[in-house]
């Protein structure tokens, strides 16, 4: 199915045979690296970054270039569709997003653009091509995308949020308000991911980085349902490119999660992995969980608790390494490498079969 040299993701991701687990890291590609650091000084701004297919390019591919990691994600940013839509994104030093415009009645949300994912965004469909031609079929790019709920957080707040009060206040007071906004992020996204995809992305994952604060009702409501539709609307599209779905937070849903169709869950590092995959059983991959704060410790603390997921997941494919949420960027790259390598090392016993 595919010619990639190395297929060990894909293959995991569809429960196949491995040699030994894949790995990749969530923000593997950021601050926490300092030819990062430098190309962002260089460049000027996150954004300049995001926005140039050939720099989106350099910064994906610098990963892979110290680390024999398992997949390349592209490197651009879960606010890029609303900014598309009209609001005006900005990063603030020390705050992070910011919108310039925010959506808070009727008038503001009919005033939101539809963007055509190969025209307004076509800066991250370009980094794609760009990055698949520069990958040399070594491995799989993976394209991204926010859950609906959670770009609507950023819609309403205007920014990061601690309490969420304005989105809350919209739930409650005028619901009809957020579904109407979350119907058009939906449409947006599904489109975005598409493109994605044909734009040659291997794999997409949507990040309900806040799904976790809502309630069980409200989950299923507000940011499930959405997710439901666009992994229908993807797999219509392109049957055969995996979706991984991952809600932080969202382990006490991970059943609801698994029925949406979705190949793979991701997870936050407060779930065993064990209880995790009997829970789910067979129905999808997993994806994660080792806790970020980890990789300050030191390489046998690391190699200790890589080798403690390995042995709660056990034997047989389905399994993805990663952390259960981003690299922070004050972690040393030496430690990533412990990590990959670990990984890779102590997984062969995990895959006793001969794979083509």
Not at 120 to 137: D, G, P
Not at 153 to 164: H, Q
Not at 203 to 213: N, S
Request: aromatic residues 8%; charged residues 20%.
């Amino acid at each position: 199915m595919t010619n990639l040299q190395n297929d060990r993701f894909l293959k995991a991701l569809r429960r196949e045979p491995v040699d030994k687990t894949p790995v990749w890291l969530m923000r593997q590609a950021g601050r926490y690296l300092p030819e990062y650091r430098k190309l962002r000084e260089k460049s000027g701004s996150f954004l300049k970054m995001c926005k140039t297919p050939e720099l989106a390019c350099e910064v994906t591919l610098q990963p892979l270039a110290r680390f024999p990691l398992d997949a390349a994600i592209i490197f651009s940013d879960i606010l890029t569709i609303p900014d598309a839509m009209g609001l005006e994104l900005g990063f603030v030093t020390g705050e992070g997003p910011k919108f310039n415009k925010t959506v808070s009645d009727v008038e503001s949300l009919r005033a939101l653009a539809m963007p055509d994912p190969e025209i307004e965004l076509r800066y991250v469909m370009n980094a794609i091509r760009t990055t698949k031609q520069a990958l040399t079929q070594r491995v799989p790019l993976i394209g991204f995308a926010g859950s609906p709920w959670t770009v609507a957080t950023y819609m309403v707040e205007g920014g990061s949020s601690k309490t969420f009060s304005k989105i809350n206040k919209m739930r409650y007071q005028s619901p009809a308000l957020l579904m109407q906004l979350l119907e058009k992020i939906t449409t947006v996204t599904t489109q975005y991911l598409q493109a994605q995809i044909a734009a040659g992305a291997d794999a997409v994952m949507i990040f309900d980085t806040w799904g976790g604060v809502l309630t069980t009702e409200a989950y299923a409501q507000f940011s499930l349902a959405f997710m439901q539709r666009i992994v229908d609307d993807v797999k219509h599209f392109s049957e055969n490119t995996p979706i991984i779905l991952f809600t932080k937070g969202g382990g006490q849903w991970l059943e609801k999660m698994a029925t949406t169709g979705c190949h793979a869950l991701g997870l936050d590092w407060t779930l065993d992995i064990n209880q995790a995959r009997s829970r789910v059983g067979s129905k999808v991959a997993l994806q994660g969980n080792l806790e970020p704060a980890c990789l300050h410790g030191d390489e046998n603390v690391i190699r200790q608790q890589v080798a403690s997921i390995l042995a709660k997941y056990g034997s047989g494919s389905g399994h993805i390494f990663n952390l259960g949420h981003g690299i922070t960027p004050d972690i040393l790259p030496e430690k990533v490498a412990a990590l990959v390598d670990a990984v890779h090392e102590m997984s062969q016993q995990y895959h006793q079969v001969t794979v083509s």
